[in-house]
């Protein structure tokens, strides 16, 4: 066993624990005792989904292009991997040559996976439809 280990240092998580979960708790019996217990009268009216005022125009789910998907997931993909050039320019001075020809292979990388997934047509917006 640990030296350090004090049983005492963790009664706060243990309140803050109980206190959440008490929250929750006491919330769903309140609102299970509140609530009324009268059927409700479903209606094609009542059960329209409302927003922001708009009638509503035909159906949500209509189907669209998987390239928005694919557009979002590169964004996101390109985006973390920039995340990289952060560490390495606040740190350029102390890395010296073997830092910046890292940096060149990850740069050759991330244009290499660009340039392919150009060639491979995922920014073409025509459509196939």
């Known amino acids: 066993m640990d030296k350090n280990f004090i049983p005492e240092d963790y009664i706060p998580i243990l309140v803050q624990s109980v206190v959440a979960f008490g929250f929750v708790a006491v919330t769903m019996l309140a609102t299970h005792f509140i609530t009324s217990k009268r059927k409700r009268i479903r209606t094609l009216h009542k059960d329209e989904n409302f927003e922001c005022g708009i009638e509503i125009k035909g159906n949500a789910r209509f189907p669209f292009s998987i390239r928005y998907f694919l557009i979002a997931i590169l964004f996101v993909l390109f985006d973390v ?35 392919y997934i150009y060639k491979k047509g995922a920014f073409d917006w025509k459509h196939d439809e």
């Open 81 to 115: 991997e920039i995340i990289f050039f952060y560490p390495w320019a606040i740190n350029f001075s102390e890395m010296e040559w073997m830092g910046f020809f890292e940096m060149l292979l990850f740069m050759f990388f991330l244009l290499f996976g660009f340039y």
